[in-house]
C-alpha cells in the first residue's frame, strides 16, 4: 500500500479494521470448502501467508489507534492522519496528490549558499 492508503480518521481505521477481519473470515470459509475437495500445500500456504500479512496490517492500524487521537483543523473539524508518516501531509501535485513534504530553503544571496532549510507537512 501506498503512503496515501495508510491515512484517515480514526473512524476510517476502525472500518478498516472491520473489513480486514471480514476479508480474513472469508479467506478462512473459503479455506474450509476448498480442504473438503482436496486443495493443494501449496495454495495452503499462499491462503495463510495472505492471512498473516493482513493480521500485520490489522495490528499496525490497531498499535496507531492505541497511542493517537484524531486531528482538528483550524476549523474545528477532523483532519486525516497517515500511520506510515504521520507529519505529512496530502498535497497537490502536477500527478495528482502525494502524501509528503514543502521545502522551504533560504540561501544567501551573495554567495549562493543555503542557510536555512525546512520541511513542512
Known amino acids: 500500500m501506498d503512503k496515501k492508503a495508510w491515512s484517515g480518521t480514526q473512524e476510517d481505521y476502525k472500518k478498516k479494521i472491520e473489513k480486514l477481519e471480514?476479508?480474513?473470515r472469508y479467506i478462512l470459509n473459503k479455506h474450509v470448502k476448498e480442504d473438503q475437495s482436496g486443495i493443494s500445500r501449496t495454495a495452503v500456504k499462499d491462503k495463510k501467508k495472505h492471512v498473516e500479512n493482513i493480521r500485520k496490517k490489522i495490528d499496525k492500524i490497531g498499535q496507531f489507534l492505541?497511542?493517537?487521537e484524531d486531528?482538528?483543523?483550524?476549523?474545528?473539524n477532523i483532519?486525516?492522519?497517515n500511520i506510515t508518516d504521520n507529519e505529512s501531509a496530502k498535497m497537490?501535485?502536477?500527478k495528482g496528490v502525494i502524501?509528503?513534504?514543502n521545502g522551504v530553503s533560504i540561501a544567501d544571496?551573495?554567495?549562493?549558499?543555503?542557510?536555512?532549510?525546512?520541511a513542512f507537512g
Do not use: D
Open 92 to 94: 497537490p501535485s502536477s
Open 71 to 76: 486531528k482538528k483543523g483550524s476549523r474545528g
Open 109 to 118: 544571496s551573495k554567495h549562493q549558499i543555503i542557510v536555512h532549510a525546512e
Open 99 to 101: 502524501q509528503g513534504y
Open 79 to 81: 483532519k486525516k492522519s
Open 22 to 24: 471480514k476479508t480474513i
Open 66 to 68: 492505541s497511542v493517537t
